[in-house]
């Protein structure tokens, strides 16, 4: 089974902090994203990646920026977070472009106070 | 628990029920479907996918039925469970290039003993 692994289930964090949301996943694939998720609004993508070094923005980039120096891992960061950043953040991989389903960590609850 | 479920329309069913989940979807160009399901702290889980050049495919305790018609998309479970209580969503792509998945706002499923 594909795993995708969040390294925090939850975080509390000031307004202006620099923050940073981890992701790694084990089945060598070459697609993740970053996903945010509240009530009402269901999911939308922040950031996606489809090869190492590589970055395309989602629906609602602003006030995110990701980094993917290795295959297995993808970062979100917060640059200077604001209470409306709080939420939760699903990272997910997929192993192809666009016709296999996606795999989700169990998501990252961010509180920013 | 997670607030993910609030706002959500629910489908309310007894044990042993077969339940029917619906989802109309918004692109006529979609051509693979997936349905996932949340469980309350935990991130979306795989259940079953579709493509557009069938009508129906089926799981385990699962069946999907795709009428692209009127684009709507049903998930069937058979004999509903208690462990089937979750948010249930549907997300379409349309595969060309880097498209990604777009994701439904879900329905929330609850099963009484």
């Known amino acids: 089974d594909v795993k995708v692994t969040q390294s925090s289930r939850y975080l509390v964090k000031r307004t202006g902090e620099k923050v940073f949301l981890e992701c790694v996943q084990d089945?060598?694939?070459?697609?993740m994203f970053w996903y945010r998720q509240d009530p009402g609004l269901g999911l939308r993508l922040i950031y996606f990646?489809?090869?190492?070094?590589?970055?395309e923005k989602g629906d609602i980039p602003e006030g995110y920026s990701v980094s993917r120096e290795k295959k297995e891992r993808f970062s979100l960061i917060l640059e200077s977070a604001s209470t409306n950043q709080t939420s939760m953040y699903l990272c997910?991989?997929?192993?192809?472009?666009?016709?296999?389903?996606?795999?989700f960590g169990n998501g990252t609850r961010l509180t920013v106070t | 628990g997670e607030s993910v479920g609030l706002h959500l329309p629910t489908l309310s069913v007894q044990e042993g029920d077969n339940s029917i989940i619906n989802c109309a979807y918004s692109?006529?160009?979609?051509?693979?479907f997936i349905w996932y399901k949340q469980e309350s702290g935990k991130g979306p889980q795989f259940i079953i996918d579709?493509?557009?050049?069938?009508d129906k495919r089926q799981g385990q305790r699962v069946t999907v039925l795709l009428n692209k018609t009127v684009k709507h998309l049903s998930l069937q479970i058979a004999a509903t469970q208690p462990g089937d209580s979750a948010v249930y969503f549907c997300?379409?792509?349309?595969?060309?290039?880097?498209?990604?998945?777009?994701f439904g706002k879900g329905t929330m499923l609850l099963v009484s003993p």
């Open positions: 990646s489809y090869d190492v070094k590589m970055k």
């Open positions: 579709i493509r557009s050049n069938m």
């Open positions: 692109n006529s160009a979609s051509d693979y």
């Open positions: 997910a991989s997929q192993n192809d472009r666009g016709n296999s389903p996606l795999h």
């Open positions: 997300a379409e792509n349309i595969n060309s290039g880097y498209s990604t998945l777009t």
């Open positions: 089945m060598d694939h070459e697609n």
